[in-house]
């Protein structure tokens, strides 16, 4: 059983910067492929980026590509998601989830991920 917990979310004026954390529970952290996920009123959850389970590999969705870094510290049992250049359009719920195993085809897809934390807003005022 892997508990996250995500901090760091907030308001922020349009071209800003927020750093995300998400704390994980638990000995086998580095097991993980941690991603990130979003979810705007209306609107379905969404994939962000994730990090595979050494770090060494990342992956981006196409929106936020050049704008989004994710990284993790297994030492810390923590991934983090630094957003710069923020758009309006970022604003949302954002969560961070854990997937074991962490096959290829499980990477993009929210259904496949095992836990999942209680979410953080993300606000974006133009």
């Known amino acids: 059983q892997v508990q996250l917990v995500e901090s760091g979310g907030g308001l922020v004026q349009a071209g800003g910067s927020l750093r995300l954390s998400c704390a994980a529970s638990?000995?086998?952290?580095?097991?993980?492929?941690m991603g990130w996920f979003r979810q705007a009123p209306g609107k379905e959850r969404e994939f962000v980026a994730a990090?595979?389970?050494?770090?060494?590999?990342?992956y981006y969705a196409d929106g936020v590509k050049g704008r989004f870094t994710i990284s993790r510290d297994n030492a810390k049992n923590t991934v983090y998601l630094q957003m710069n250049s923020l758009k309006p359009e970022d604003t949302a719920v954002y969560y961070c989830?854990?997937?074991?195993?962490?096959?290829?085809?499980?990477?993009?897809?929210?259904?496949?991920?095992?836990?999942w934390g209680q979410g953080t807003q993300v606000t974006v005022s133009s």
């Open positions: 989830a854990a997937d074991q195993p962490p096959l290829t085809y499980h990477i993009y897809s929210a259904e496949w991920y095992d836990y």
């Open positions: 638990g000995p086998t952290f580095s097991n993980y492929r």
């Open positions: 990090v595979s389970t050494s770090g060494g590999r990342t």
